[in-house]
């Protein structure tokens, strides 16, 4: 008998999930190796009902579709995708990331998220994952027929963000040439990572949620201080569970390095250039009532398209603004439906 694969070795770590809410569609948990090579990461690959090894009338197109923050990939498909698979058809795979810090070595100054899927603010490593995403549905259903000239990148939130770097950094061919992208659609995204944790120092706390908590996470995972200061509330504090103490985000950015490439590399605004030469279509969704990624006019997506459309007139780049709350238009029906619609993903 040969060896075990990788993949059947990893299977009996899926987790188990409450059963899927939804009747048109079917999903299937998978395994795969995050890009550290030893870490075991789950995608959930969403099928229109009825689709199977003895029931594929033609290929599908694929969704590749990173989460929001806190969040995991399971939620992301079950919450906001619900049935529209089934609408198109078309596959969907929903993967959980991992993070820089992700354990104890890699995040010395408090301890590690209790997922290392939560918090991943589009690490570099983790978006070459999300470019290994048709490969890795390839490898899990190995029976499924992908069209591969039909893969996009839809997601809000952090996935957003995660969204607009994959599309920036693999912009012709996805890992291994298997596929590329055919359109890419992100909705109230952070663009500019270390405005957007200035802006949360900012914020005071409200449902039991502390937004400079989320600041400070998201410090720890960049692992570096940016270049410029001067919008943190320095003197906003959160609670180190290393330490069991608060601490405030100034002490947390002086045990740091400089080093703004570190939040250059993670922000689409700095992919400006090659977002402007995309071969494909780009959507862009944000909100002036949004308060969880702030000011999106000025400093985020809005801010975006205006330097695509200065570096080049004709970028094939589309913005819809609106007035909704965070993601609140990332479900059926509303914006996420259009996104679909414009890329003839579903009627």
Known sequence: MPPPTPLDVLVPTIPVHHAWPHARTRPYTVPYLAWDDKTVREAVIVLPNGWDPSHQPHPLPLVISPHGRNNFGWGNAAHYWQNLPADGPFALVCPDGLSRAHDKATDPLDQPPSDPSLFTYGHPRWIDDLARMPKIVQATLPWLRIDLERIYVLGSSMGGQETLLLAARYPRSLSGGTGRLAGAAAFDSTCDLATQCAYLTNLAPTHGVSPAGVSARMIEEINARPANVRRFRQAATFYNAKLEKHMTIGQLLDELPRKQALWDERSPLHYVAKLSRLRFPLR????????????????????????????????????????????????????????????????
């Not at 308060?291 to 007139?313: C, E, F, H, M, W």
């Not at 993601?327 to 996420?336: A, I």
């Open 284 to 347: 862009l969704y944000w909100s002036s009532h949004d308060t969880v990624v702030g000011n999106q006019g000025r400093d985020q997506s809005g801010k975006l398209y205006k330097q695509i459309k200065a570096a080049n007139p004709a970028a094939g780049v589309t913005q819809v603004k609106g007035l909704w709350a965070h993601s609140c238009e990332f479900v059926p029906g509303d914006c996420l439906s259009d996104a679909l619609r414009a890329f003839k993903l579903v009627r």
